[in-house]
Nanobody
Framework: QVQLVESGGGLVQAGGSLRLSCAAS????????MDWYRQAPGEQRELVAS???????NYADSVKGRFTISRDNSKNTVWLQMNSLKPEDTAVYYC??????????WGQGTQVTVSS
């Protein structure tokens, strides 16, 4: 069974930084991509950043230049470094693993709150 456990969320002032971690219970190399999503109250869940098994990354326009996704396959862990945080980054952040036709596995989410 695949389990994804996020950590690192919290309360930070605007302009600050946080680093989210996602620890997987299985080898993450098997997944097409490892992703970070977020969902703000009353909003749809949106893709923030994605990284392939060979390290290629993509970002939502709203976070480009501020967020960095990275992974260590040997540790089965993915990180999201978030810098220059803005109040509009406030959301629950979810780690996800894209398992192609099997579907997507989700973590439980971690709250990020950015105060102005």
């Amino acid at each position: 069974q695949v389990q994804l456990v996020e950590s690192g969320g919290g309360l930070v002032q605007a302009g600050g930084s946080l680093r989210l971690s996602c620890a997987a219970s299985v080898n993450i190399f098997r997944f097409n991509t490892m992703d970070w999503y977020r969902q703000a109250p009353g909003e749809q869940r949106e893709l923030v950043a994605s990284i392939t098994s060979d390290g290629r990354s993509n970002y939502a326009d709203s976070v480009k230049g501020r967020f960095t996704i990275s992974r260590d396959n040997s540790k089965n862990t993915v990180w999201l470094q978030m810098n220059s945080l803005k109040p509009e980054d406030t959301a629950v952040y979810y780690c996800a693993a894209d398992a192609a036709i099997v579907g997507r596995y989700w973590g439980q989410g971690t709250q990020v709150t950015v105060s102005s």
